[in-house]
């Protein structure tokens, strides 16, 4: 066994290999020369870690260019057909779950409402396999080119060391879930490598890999939606904590011994913005309608001057802009990022009003350093986030490719490569 802190000859190869895919998946098509300038790396490693991704078909030749005085340069790029895949939303209302192919273009959906079960488990659990099969049947894609499928969830994501996704145990406390064993219960329905993390952070990183995060490196992303959460970025990290609890934002307190929160305590953020206490609120006047139609409600009444729906949305914009300019003091990010279905609808209404109160309540000097704006990606963007679960992963290991149930050697559609366990 290696000792602890010292990197092996394979951990070099791997980290070469998951150096040149990153540049090629975001940047490329890439020459090899451009690649040893972006990545630091040695021609002679350059030329040996291209030579086997084009050995193992993750990588191909994809044209030419003009060099000064010699032979042209061939381009490189990830090979597009490599695989698919699956991005899972379980969200306050609805499961959705997309396919994808391994640019990230969505190839097929499948919504599914919450019916009167609400997130009772094994309900949960029948309409993400349900939207599984259902997405592979519209498209004809085969199980065996899916990379793996990513989930985002509401609560905190408690990894487990069973291979495959399968030790995965979600603690959910907003949606009545105590330790729910989410991966084992998925296995049962699917042999499928499973990435689960909570839907704030899976909407963090789809932000920072191709919206309006991309190219920071301190950020910090809202996700606003029924509830409220934020993915913290330092230095290019979602930061996790010690349990990967890290970015209950919608939990922090923002009155002492005000609302009830669904949560259980009183005076969180989320019993002040999250569209699920707005329209509650709102419902006090205007009774009636599915959540979204309510906000769609008590928006298009405060765009009209009604004082009560003005009065309700003004009052949210100050507690949103007072808990970002927490966020603005204890973080420093250079960009705050607000998505999330609500953020979407509500966003171009509250956003000059939320800045303004970021503005009074942050200190001057870390605020004016800090960009706040929407989302780029649309109310879609957790699925999106969940589909990079599996793709960091394949990343990452520099193309190695997540076992469904032990280590061994497999071919896929021309492709021999390692399936290994997480």
């Keep these: 066994m290696a000792e602890q802190g010292k990197q092996t000859v394979r951990d070099l190869r791997r980290g070469s290999r998951a150096t040149l895919l990153r540049h090629l998946y975001f940047d490329g098509p890439l020459s090899r020369q451009e690649l040893g300038r ?11 870690v291209v030579g086997e991704l084009l050995a193992e078909q993750l990588v191909e030749e994809c044209g030419s260019v003009e060099s ?4 042209p340069r061939i381009l490189l790029r990830v090979r597009p057909g490599l695989g698919h895949l699956v991005g899972v939303d379980v969200g306050e209302t609805q499961v959705r779950v997309a396919l994808f192919d391994l640019a990230l273009t969505e190839l097929a959906a499948s919504d599914h409402p919450l019916s009167d079960c609400g997130h009772d488990v094994d309900h949960v659990v029948e309409l993400i396999l ?9 498209t004809g894609v085969a199980p065996e080119t899916v990379l793996g499928v990513g ?3 509401p609560g905190v994501v408690e990894q487990g060391d069973l291979p495959g996704g399968a030790g995965v145990v979600v603690h959910g406390p907003t949606v009545g879930w105590d330790a729910v064993p989410l991966g084992r219960l998925l296995r049962a329905g699917t042999d499928l490598p499973l990435f689960v993390d909570n839907g704030a952070k899976t909407l963090g990183q789809a932000e920072m890999w191709f919206g309006a995060g991309r190219g920071a490196r301190h950020a910090v992303v809202a996700l606003f939606g029924s509830g409220v959460g934020a993915c913290v970025i330092a230095d290019g990290v979602r930061f996790r904590g010690a349990t990967s609890s890290a970015g209950e934002w919608g939990h922090t307190k923002v009155h002492v011994g005000g609302r009830l929160c669904r949560c259980g305590a009183r005076g969180c953020l989320e019993a002040y913005v999250g569209a699920e206490a707005l329209v509650e609120r709102w419902g006090l006047a205007t009774p009636g309608g599915s959540e979204k139609a309510g906000l769609t409600e008590l928006l298009a009444a405060a765009r009209a001057g ?7 949305l003004d ?11 927490d966020l603005i003091n204890l973080f420093n990010p250079e960009r705050v990022v607000i998505g999330g279905w609500a953020g979407m609808l509500l966003g171009p209404y509250l956003l000059p009003m939320v800045q303004d109160a970021v503005t009074r309540y942050a200190l001057s000097f870390p605020r004016e350093q800090t960009a706040i704006g929407l989302s780029s990606l649309g109310p879609e963007a957790v699925t999106t986030g969940a589909a990079t679960l599996p793709l960091s992963r394949f990343l990452d290991s520099g193309g190695e490719l997540a076992d469904r149930t032990t280590e061994r050697p497999m071919v896929r559609g021309g492709l021999t490569g390692a399936f290994l366990t997480r």
């Design 38 to 48: 972006s990545s630091g790396l040695s021609a002679g490693s350059i030329s040996n």
């Design 315 to 325: 009052e949210a914009a100050e507690y949103f802009g007072a808990a970002i300019a």
């Design 151 to 153: 989930l985002g969830v």
């Design 68 to 71: 000064d005085g010699g032979r």
């Design 306 to 312: 009604r004082p009560d729906a003005v009065e309700l």
């Design 130 to 138: 349900t939207g599984l099969s259902e997405v592979l049947a519209a």
